[in-house]
């Protein structure tokens, strides 16, 4: 890996966590949308997903106490299903397949999150659970990013930001280590992504802290409308290439 793409895929998870911090969510999208440039496709859906997996676990850890595990449950069990099946196929896909695919779900996911996500609401039920965990499971296995299907569940299904936060984190920790597991089992996850990873949370971390220190003074909405802006014209170049 060139010194070149190295600073760009720190300064994409330095992004990706400062709008994390201010937002809530991100990491995956904002870093799928420049790793895939300088690495091969899998080891870049590899890389985002520990890097992923550590701020899960973190998190869910830290808000323990407040996971509710009648509502972690079925969106569980779908994830790990989807989860696992999308591993596997995406493993034996064309690397330009799924950049273009990224590409596609990068325009999707953008034009859902300006223009539709404040009127979409499910109820909180079990199946509604499954069905949220299936849809973010196939996302978090083909391109790292499958944050906005279980958001839109846990918000109905949840009481509260504590419980909404550790029970999400809870959602991702367990899916994601099943998706290293799979990544693993393939092939696409080696050795040397877990250092890269190691040297990359250090930015991440710092994106973290510098969002946390500057919550306050932005506005969470409008950085979320630029930030998808950001990733529909990026979408839509992958698709180009």
């Known amino acids: 890996m060139s010194v070149f793409a190295w600073i ?3 300064a994409a998870n330095m992004a990706g966590g400062f709008i994390t911090a201010v937002c809530g969510f991100g990491l995956g999208p904002v870093v799928m949308s420049v790793m895939p440039y300088f690495m091969p ?3 870049a859906v590899a890389v985002v997903g520990l890097c992923g ?5 973190m998190l ?11 509502t972690l449950l079925p969106c569980a069990c779908g994830g790990l299903c989807a989860s696992t099946l999308a591993v596997s196929l995406s493993a034996g896909a064309a690397e330009k397949v799924m950049f273009h695919a990224l590409g596609v779900m990068l325009i999707a996911l953008s034009l859902y999150s ?3 996500s404040n009127g979409l609401k499910i109820r909180g039920t079990p199946l509604n659970g499954v069905i949220a965990g299936l849809v973010a499971g196939s996302m978090t296995g083909l391109f790292s990013a499958g944050g906005p299907p279980i958001a839109i569940y846990m918000l109905a299904a949840t009481s509260g930001n504590e ?3 550790g029970t999400i984190n809870a959602y991702f920790s367990i899916v994601n280590i099943c998706a290293a597991f799979n990544r693993l089992r393939t092939g696409s996850l080696t050795a040397p992504d877990f250092l890269l990873t190691a040297q990359l949370l250090a930015a991440l971390v710092l994106g973290k802290w510098l969002g946390n220190k500057v919550f306050h003074r932005l506005d969470p909405s409008r950085l979320r409308k630029a930030v998808y ?13």
């Open 60 to 70: 869910a850890w830290s808000g323990r106490r407040a996971i509710n595990w009648s």
């Open 163 to 165: 419980e909404y936060r």
């Open 114 to 116: 300006i223009f539709f």
């Open 53 to 57: 997996l550590s701020v899960n676990l």
């Open 8 to 10: 760009a895929s720190a």
């Open 229 to 241: 802006a950001y990733l529909c014209v990026s979408g839509i170049a992958m698709l180009l290439k």
């Open 41 to 43: 496709y899998s080891r």
